[in-house]
């Protein structure tokens, strides 16, 4: 069973005093020309709390690299986001992949809303539709999820036999 939020992205807004740190979890889903089931969304439901432990873990670290970096705002402000567990969660879907309405009774959305929201008072699923990637956003991770999964490329075998060296010319030039 896979694991983890899908993307992550941390901004820093503002100047001194006013620096606010912007935690967004993004879960991607791409079912080309199906809906996506809620069974697929174990990221931001069922494992969300693990999930926010080990990215709690991973910003923290980047928050103590940047006040080393001299960059005291910006890590006052992420430190500060994830005391609070301040985060939006967005869903952004594939090209082609469908999902119902929030409205409609027992959508996908509206159940992703109630276990996303319930997760604490500054935890949040992004307001409206969700966000759709381009089909050539979708093609290129495709692509990329390939080329990890591909085996590596075999070795190349060390030369079996030594180099010949040129021969070297004795007696007189003319």
Same mark, same amino acid.
């Given at each position: 069973?896979?694991?983890?939020?899908?993307?992550?992205?941390?901004? %820093?807004?503002?100047?001194?005093?006013?620096? $606010? @740190? +912007? %935690?967004?979890?993004?879960? +991607?889903?791409?079912?080309?020309?199906?809906? $996506?089931?809620?069974?697929?969304?174990?990221? %931001?439901? !069922?494992?969300?709390?693990?999930?926010?432990?080990?990215?709690?873990?991973?910003?923290?670290?980047?928050?103590? #690299?940047?006040?080393?970096?001299?960059?005291?705002?910006?890590?006052?402000?992420?430190?500060?986001? %994830?005391?609070?567990?301040?985060?939006? $969660?967005?869903?952004?879907?594939?090209?082609?992949?469908?999902?119902?309405?929030?409205?409609?009774?027992?959508? +996908?959305?509206?159940?992703?809303?109630?276990? $996303? !929201?319930?997760?604490?008072?500054?935890?949040?699923?992004?307001?409206?539709?969700?966000?759709?990637?381009?089909?050539?956003?979708?093609?290129?991770?495709?692509?990329?999820?390939?080329?990890? @999964?591909?085996?590596?490329? #075999?070795?190349?075998?060390?030369?079996?036999?030594?180099?010949?060296?040129?021969?070297?010319?004795?007696?007189?030039?003319?």
């Amino acid at each position: 069973q896979r694991r983890g939020f899908d993307r992550v992205f941390v901004e %820093i807004r503002g100047e001194g005093a006013d620096t $606010v @740190a +912007v %935690i967004r979890v993004l879960e +991607v889903k791409d079912y080309p020309n199906s809906y $996506v089931p809620l069974a697929e969304f174990t990221a %931001i439901t !069922d494992n969300f709390e693990t999930n926010w432990r080990q990215l709690r873990g991973l910003l923290q670290t980047k928050a103590r #690299a940047l006040a080393a970096a001299g960059e005291a705002d910006a890590a006052r402000a992420l430190t500060e986001a %994830i005391a609070r567990k301040d985060l939006t $969660v967005e869903v952004w879907l594939g090209p082609t992949t469908k999902m119902g309405e929030e409205a409609h009774a027992g959508s +996908v959305l509206a159940a992703l809303r109630a276990s $996303v !929201d319930a997760r604490g008072p500054n935890v949040r699923l992004a307001g409206g539709r969700p966000g759709r990637v381009s089909a050539a956003s979708s093609r290129r991770a495709i692509e990329a999820r390939a080329a990890a @999964a591909a085996p590596p490329p #075999a070795p190349v075998p060390a030369p079996t036999t030594p180099p010949t060296t040129p021969p070297t010319s004795s007696g007189s030039s003319p």
